[in-house]
């Protein structure tokens, strides 16, 4: 009998294979600890997340998501307070393992409900499972939520009374009759869709639900006069489904949408925009309606992004003024806040930074009303207003009192900025993006499950100049 030898596998193969292996994964929390390790190649040394823990904390802020010691490369991203890591030795693609950790966070939290340390810890046999699904000796395999149930046999414990804040979720629409003509509630909160994606074939009296959230990040600058030198909105549609079967959905959008600057400045303008996989855009140009059947897990359904004035008022506006004191070396400045956003809507854990001059040796305060805090951080030279709930239509008011010697306090109010604010309103959105109808057909026949959706505006870069 002829015997074939086994070809090699050729040099130029074997680096591209390498090119694309982990060693090791690890989950950290904010005290080092670690909840999960999985050492898939055993060519890395042992207390690698000692050493991670040990340089990430050597960084005052913001570490960058990849570096080296002793050869051996450290690639993490930060998700809910926990750290997802991967270390490696070879020369891998960088936003390909950042990826796959984006990946493995979301599984985390499709399957456990939320991502915490405590729910990661009495799910720790289903995490296993799940990477041992995910990676095969280093190299990625699935990351699908829905692939993976296929596979995956441990049922999650939930985690409950996580999360409840005033950020809910409303209802979209009451259809009492198909609800047995019952009143329904309008409202529901910020951990509904808290719960385990597997759990939506194990438990007969989960409700059919469907959640949507629309978010928008801004990042404005502010010209000394007020006006508006830079505007962009950072926008996105998130989804999580816990409907029965694979009904498909029809979600309609502004019918005054408008896709890229050339189409006109009528209505609602995206200056782009992309859609998941999933989505069906035959009928988006002719009433922007968007046809899917959801996948199971939390998923991004669209993507888009705006530059120029936004469509709706920007929330927040500051002004900073100076007035004279009697006190020699002392210099009083007012900052004030406007929240421009409609009475009915408000801004919450607000954070303005307000940059003092160097000379500034110390710096009182004084509030025009309760639920506010002053902290003045003097290696920093800046004072940090935090406002817990800003009511729209509403003006506060922030006295800056700067102790300094009297030839610096002549020009300090010169020197007073940039300030920046950190903020969340909820039920409120730039764009004017909203979604108009979301209806759930399943086998022809349209039935009403619980619709919730819910608009948040968070602030990615929002600076004044003074």
């Given amino acids: 009998p002829t015997h074939c030898a086994a070809s090699p596998v050729p040099a130029h193969q074997t680096t591209f ?120 000796f280093g190299y990625g395999q699935l990351t699908s939520t829905e692939a993976l149930k296929n596979f995956v046999y441990n049922e999650p414990v939930a985690v409950e009374g996580f999360g409840e804040s005033a950020k809910g979720f409303r ?51 502010f010209a000394p006069n007020g006006s508006v030198v830079r505007a962009e909105i950072d926008g996105c549609i998130q989804m999580k489904s816990f409907l029965q079967g694979s009904p498909e959905l029809h979600i309609g959008l502004n019918e005054n949408l408008q896709i890229g600057r050339d189409s006109g400045s009528y209505g609602t303008v995206l200056d782009d925009c992309n859609f998941h996989e999933c989505v069906k855009l035959d009928d988006f140009e002719g009433n922007r ?71 500034t040796s110390s710096c009182s305060y004084e509030l025009g ?5 002053v902290e003045y951080k003097k290696d920093e030279k800046v004072a940090l207003w935090k406002i817990t709930k800003a009511a729209g239509g509403l003006s506060y008011y922030c006295r800056l009192k700067m102790m300094m010697t009297e030839e610096d306090a002549k020009v300090a109010a010169m020197d007073v900025g940039p300030i920046s604010l950190d903020f969340e309103v909820p039920m409120y959105v730039c764009s004017g993006l909203n979604i108009r109808f979301l209806r759930c057909l399943d086998r022809g026949r349209q039935y009403s499950p619980f619709r919730w959706v819910r608009y948040i505006t968070h602030s990615d870069s929002y600076v004044f100049r003074t």
């Fill in 17 to 136: 294979l390498q090119s694309r292996m982990i060693s090791q994964f690890f989950i950290l929390t904010p005290r080092g600890d670690t909840v999960v390790s999985k050492d898939y190649r055993g060519d890395c040394p042992r207390g690698t997340a000692e050493i991670f823990f040990r340089k990430l904390k050597s960084y005052d802020r913001n570490p960058p998501p990849i570096f080296n010691i002793e050869m051996v490369n450290f690639i993490h991203i930060k998700r809910s307070t926990l750290h997802f890591v991967c270390t490696t030795k070879f020369n891998v693609p960088p936003t390909m393992i950042i990826e796959l950790l984006t990946r493995i966070a979301n599984l985390c939290k499709d399957y456990c409900g939320v991502l915490t340390e405590e729910s990661i810890r009495l799910n720790f046999v289903l995490i296993y499972e799940l990477l041992d699904e995910v990676i095969d």
């Fill in 289 to 359: 309606e968007l046809v899917l059947r959801p996948p199971d897990g939390e998923f991004t359904l669209m993507n888009y992004r705006i530059s120029g004035n936004p469509t709706q008022a920007l929330p927040f506006r500051v002004s900073v003024s100076s007035e004279d004191t009697s006190d020699h070396g002392r210099v009083d400045v007012v900052v004030r806040l406007d929240c421009d956003i409609p009475p009915k809507s408000y801004g919450s854990n607000l954070l303005i930074r307000v940059a003092v001059p160097k000379a």
């Fill in 369 to 373: 009303a309760p639920g506010q805090t």
């Fill in 171 to 221: 209802r979209l629409s009451t259809d009492e009759g198909a609800l047995g003509g019952k009143k329904q509630k309008r409202s529901a909160p910020s951990s509904a869709p808290n719960k385990p994606i597997s759990l939506r074939l194990s438990d007969r009296d989960h409700k059919n639900e469907i959640f949507i959230d629309l978010l928008e990040r801004l990042t404005v600058l």
